[in-house]
């Protein structure tokens, strides 16, 4: 953990190289704009502007620009990216815009620019290539596990960017743990191979654990484990994430777990740090 310089235990600002890494857990609020999670009567402007202004605050506390966050819809589901430039951010000022990719990336000619994602119990992966000043983040799925995203975010950097593998630095953010559990083996998993580690059974209940084939997938990637950091907090049984599994009257039917935070990731506005310490 020598590339990371951990603020705060809880829900604090981890520094990459260059990026910065959060995790909003339930500490703003709910992080979407789904009826659901909000008052019912609520009209979509009204979600919107109340979900901007919660953005705000979080940016305020994390040290980014909270009307600049911007999320994949991941669309595709072939490992597609999409940069998130200055151009764009002009376009779409007040963030969350309509990126079918699957993958967003950001470099450190964008700062105080939010990637990432609202997630329950899966995880985000971000990755930072520090020499090229360069960031991208997945929001990996077991979907999306199944299809290598892990893998293919790497492939995303090398890419676009002419990152090396041995450069890149990786976090996983919070997700379930292996109590997150089917009662048959999931249809989603049409790799076995990928998940023969990944999922096992205990008396007809199937228990997934993503985290062991992140780690599986970023290994074969070539990606140096010693340079990754996973957030081994789990989002159903820690009260400070929400979780569809433990909202679900399927789950624990906890309705305080009702809802998504945000994981995402930036590149600090030097400047504005220079000007803030100068007061």
Known sequence: ????????????????????????????????????????????????????????????????????????????????????????????????????????IVTDKVP?????????????????????????VAHCSAEMIDKKLPMMLADALVEACGS??????????????DNWTYDSFPKWATDTKIWEDGIYEEEGIFHIDMRKVIRKQLEERQIDLGKTLFNMDDTITNKNYYSNCASSPYGLNDSSKSGRHFAGMFYPDTKQLVKSRSK
């Open 112 to 136: 105080g620019v939010v990637i990432g994602h609202s997630v329950a119990d899966c995880p985000v992966v971000m990755m930072e290539d520090p020499v090229k000043g360069v960031s991208a």
């Open 164 to 177: 090396k593998d041995s450069d890149i630095i990786t976090y996983v953010s919070a997700c379930a743990g």
């Open 1 to 104: 953990m020598l590339f990371y310089d951990i603020i705060s235990a809880l829900f604090g600002v981890r520094y990459m190289r260059k990026a910065r890494v959060f995790e909003s857990g339930t500490m703003y609020g709910n992080m979407n704009t789904q009826a659901r999670f909000y008052p019912e009567g609520m009209s979509a402007d009204e979600r919107a502007k109340d979900f901007l202004e919660r953005r705000k605050q979080m940016g305020e506390y994390f040290g980014f620009d909270g009307a600049k966050m911007f999320m994949a819809d991941q669309v595709h589901k072939t490992g597609s990216y999409f940069e998130i430039t200055e151009e764009y951010v002009r376009e779409n000022p007040t963030g969350w815009s309509d990126i079918p990719e699957d993958i967003l």
